[in-house]
């Protein structure tokens, strides 16, 4: 008898083992529906069936945001939008009166801009589902979770204006997204003049109205980008050459620019573009950001001194120890930001100048060359970063790095050191 009731309550178990797999089962099933439902509804660009797929206790904020986010995105030429349900119970939902069966889905969207993402680019939504009583599972909000991606369109009505290489997507008026643009149009052949063709050969640029915008896209705090008027997407995580990284303007830094600032930051930002697919962890900063910066600051003129100002009042001001200011190459810390001074602009100074050492000694192709040498040495994994580096300065320059520390300390002292002394001109 007792192993009959054993045998009972073991089943009874496999039983509802069984059951909540199966309702697990139909749970995704339905969800997976839904979320196809909602991306039919956005490619349709039909705001009705997108708020067809709320639960009935969605707030009134949630079905006027489904408008919104049709409304916002008229203009964005999108040749994708798919979500991906990554995760059914994500994340812990706040105890809600009379709430039927909920699930907390992770959900990435994949996106596409026509014409210039080749890959989509991916954010991530937390979103609550709840069964309905006709058991279909629908959006009940998407405020239970802090995290999350938030994109242009989630801020306003998108402008688009459409360049040569260029698509600017902001939220700005139109003659600053045009501004913007013709900038980005300039930039990409600049930028192919250094470093070929092989890239994609267009830039995306995202145009937020005001600084806390920014940082709601950067998903950081607005404060720590005070006077960086742009950032590339490129610049944070690892390569894939096929996806068109983002150009994301800070637009109070960016109206503070002159004409000379506004090309040398484009055209920065859309080196590191360029050179995306080339840039590894193992990249050292300063080799990364001097590119960027020397690539920037290429036939605008501009003399070594006026290129590195902070640097060069360091240099004055340390008199006959300016040397001990180029003991080393900057490490990648120093591009963090946050500390005292001018010393981050010194760091990208010294990078623009360590770039200038190979191009005015070795020639332009061999910063290209150096840049593919670096990234290439790092992939089987078996060298620190410095010995990376090492080996490909030998192999490009056929110098090491304490050589050729050397040679970037004298070069950038012969340029920043007493110019009274020197001949003018
Ligand atoms: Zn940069």
Not at 83 to 98: I, S
Not at 109 to 115: C, I, N, P
Not at 337 to 353: E, I
């Amino acid at each position: 008898m007792a192993g009959a009731v054993g045998t009972t309550a073991w089943q009874a178990w496999a039983d509802a083992v069984d059951d909540e797999r199966e309702a697990h089962a139909v749970r995704a099933d339905a969800v997976a529906r839904t979320l196809a439902a909602r991306a039919a509804a956005v490619r349709a660009r039909d705001a009705r069936a997108l708020a067809a797929t709320l639960a009935p206790s969605a707030p009134a904020d949630l079905v006027r945001r489904q408008h919104e986010l049709v409304a916002n995105l008229a203009e964005v030429p999108l040749s994708r939008w798919d979500y991906r349900p990554l995760a059914y119970d994500a994340f812990t939902l706040p105890a809600a009166d009379g709430a039927g069966d909920r699930a907390a889905v992770a959900v990435e969207l994949d996106y596409a801009l026509a014409g210039f993402d080749e890959e989509p680019m991916t954010a991530t939504q937390y979103l609550t589902f709840e069964r309905a009583t006709d058991g279909r599972w629908l959006l009940a909000s998407d405020q239970d979770h802090g995290g999350g991606d938030v994109l242009l369109w989630d801020l306003g009505p998108v402008r688009v204006v459409r360049g040569r290489y260029s698509l600017v997507l902001g939220l700005r008026d139109q003659a600053a997204l045009a501004a913007l643009g013709a900038e980005a149009d300039q930039a990409v052949p600049n930028v192919s003049g250094v470093w070929g063709g092989g890239w994609g050969q267009r830039t995306v640029l995202i145009a937020p109205q005001t600084a806390d915008q920014f940082g709601t896209l950067l998903g950081a705090d607005p404060a720590a980008f005070t006077g960086i008027a742009a950032v590339c997407t490129g610049e944070l995580g690892a390569a894939d050459a096929r996806r068109t990284d983002r150009i994301t303007v800070n637009p109070g830094a960016w109206d503070g620019l002159n004409a000379l600032g506004r090309r040398v930051v484009i055209t920065h930002e859309t080196t590191h573009v360029a050179t995306r697919a080339q840039t590894e962890r193992w990249t050292p900063r300063w080799l990364s950001e001097g590119v960027a910066d020397w690539t920037g600051y290429l036939g605008t003129g501009r003399t070594p001194a006026q290129t590195t100002p902070e640097l060069g009042a360091a240099v004055s001001a340390a008199g006959p120890n300016a040397s001990r200011l180029f003991a080393a190459l900057p490490r990648d810390a120093a591009f963090d930001g946050g500390a005292p001074g001018t010393a981050l602009q010194q760091a990208y100074q010294k990078s623009w100048f360590a770039c200038r050492t190979v191009v005015e000694r070795y020639g332009q192709p061999k910063l290209v060359a150096l840049y593919a040498a670096v990234a290439a040495g790092g992939r089987d994994g078996t060298l620190a970063p410095d010995a990376v580096l090492d080996r490909a300065l030998r192999a490009t320059l056929g110098i090491g790095t304490a050589a050729f520390t050397a040679r970037w300390r004298a070069d950038a002292l012969a340029a920043l050191a007493t110019p009274q002394a020197r001949p003018a001109g």
